[in-house]
Every structure is written in C-alpha cells, then in structure tokens.
C-alpha cells in the first residue's frame, strides 16, 4: 500500500528545513517529493512543449545508463541552480550546465508562477539581444578587417613594380 503524502506548498523555508541536521525521515521525504512535483510544474511552465516529439526531462543528476533513474534534488549541489538532463534544449541563458541541457534557479521552486515567466521571458530575450549585438560586432569587425586589407593591397601594390608584384600573392 502506498502511503498517500500530503500535498505540500515549496517555500523558501521548507527547502532551508532540508539542511536542518535535525529534521526526520519523514519530513525529509515529504519535502523532496513537494520539490520534484514543483519541479516538474516549472519546467514545464517555462517550456511546455518540452515533451513533444519524444523529448523529456529529468533532474541532471541522473544516469544516463539507467533508463529507470530519473535523478533527484540534491540540496548541496542544487543549492542555487537545478539542472536539467534529457532530451531537451533550452534558449539562452538557461542552457548548456555541466551536468545537463539546462537549468533554472533554485529559487523558482518558491517563486509565483507569474514572476517566473516574466523572469524567464526578460532574461532569454536580453540573451537574444545580447547575441545579436555580438552578431553584429563581429560584422562590423570583419568588415573593417576587409577594408583595412584592401587599404594595405593599394599601398603595397603601389610601392612595388609590376615584375615584383608578380611574385606577390593576396588574400
């Protein structure tokens, strides 16, 4: 018979509870499972499509080999961030940790929804933002390295006689 745990809100206080040398079995383990529940409520809230077309989540401490693990929280490591393993990708700058496809703060298990989504639409657009701004520096660099190398062609070429510059090669 399984033993039926009571649904349990994640707040910031019950998560510190988990670093109490004190706390019982029991409430460890009601807390652990109020976190995976709430978990799987964010990441799905920021990516709700994450499980289409065979795609699926798991915390990024799971076993790559095992097809039954699903990973677990742990409290030390994912004291800030939580990463997320499976086959899943998510923008910038929530993606690409050490031990997953991504990952979201800590905090979120005991933030509002609302908050949440509004946090992740402004960080992932800024990202976007940001990388265009990249995109187009290096344009622009790369475009005054080809005028720079054009400069120097006209002035090589015209200090050289046209039998030197038959030995001459430009990229």
Known sequence: MKHKVKEVVVTKELVDKLYDPNISKREYDSIIYAIDER????VTLIHP???NRNGWF???NFD????EDEGHFDP????????IGGKCLFPEPY????????????RWLWTDDEDILKEYKKEVKQSKKEKERKKEKNKQKRKELKERKKKMKIIITSKLS???L??????
Request: hydrophobic share 20%; charged share 35%.
């Open 39 to 42: 978990f799987s409520d964010v």
């Open 49 to 51: 499509t994450i499980t």
């Open 58 to 60: 798991v915390y990024g």
């Open 64 to 67: 790559y080999d095992s097809e």
């Open 76 to 83: 030390d490591r994912y004291k800030d961030e939580i990463c």
């Open 95 to 106: 993606c690409f940790t050490d031990e997953g496809n991504g990952y979201i703060p800590t």
């Open 162 to 164: 046209k039998e030197e």
């Open 166 to 171: 038959k030995y001459i090669q430009f990229k």
